[in-house]
C-alpha cells in the first residue's frame, strides 16, 4: 500500500514538473500556433559575440532584415509563416556561412544555431499541421529578405542576418 502512495506521490509530481514551462522559456503565439523557447538563451548568446561579430560587417547602409516593412505590421494569421520561413533561412543559409578564428564565437554560433533548430522544428510540425498557413504579404516579406540576402556574397550577408538577430528577437518579443 504505502507502494502505490509513493508511485502515486512522484507520478503526481512528475506530471506537474512537465506542465510547468523550462526556466527562461516562453510560449510564442504565431497565428494558431504556439511555441515555447527561451528567447532569452538565444538572446544572451547573440549579446556576448554582437560586437564581434557586428565589427565583421563591411557593409553598414544596407540592412537584411529591416529593410522597410520587411518585419513590420505582419498580420497575426502570417506570423507563423514567416517565423517559419525566418527560421528555416538561419539555420539552412545564416548559421552555415558564419565561420570565424575565435572558437568562443563559433561556439555561441552554434548554441544559437542549436536553438534555432529545436524551434524550426516545432515551426514545421504546426506547418505540417496545416496551422500555419502562408498568405501573400508573408511571401513578399520574406521574398524581400531573400532578396536582400542574396544581394551580397554569401559570406557577408550571413554575417549581416547574424548582426541583425536582435531585429529578429526584438520583432518576435513584440509580436508575442
Known sequence: MKGSHLFLCLFSISCWLNLMPTAG??????????????????????TAIKANIQARDPIRTLSILSHPHSLHKVKASDRCCITHQLFTFYVDKVFKHCKTEDSYVNRKISSIANSFLSVKRKLRQCHEQNKCMCGQESTEKFKQILANYEGLNVTSAAIKSLGELDILLDWMDKSR
Open 25 to 46: 522559456n516562453k510560449t510564442f503565439h504565431f497565428g494558431p500556433c504556439r511555441i515555447s523557447m527561451s528567447v532569452t538563451e538565444i538572446r544572451s548568446g547573440f
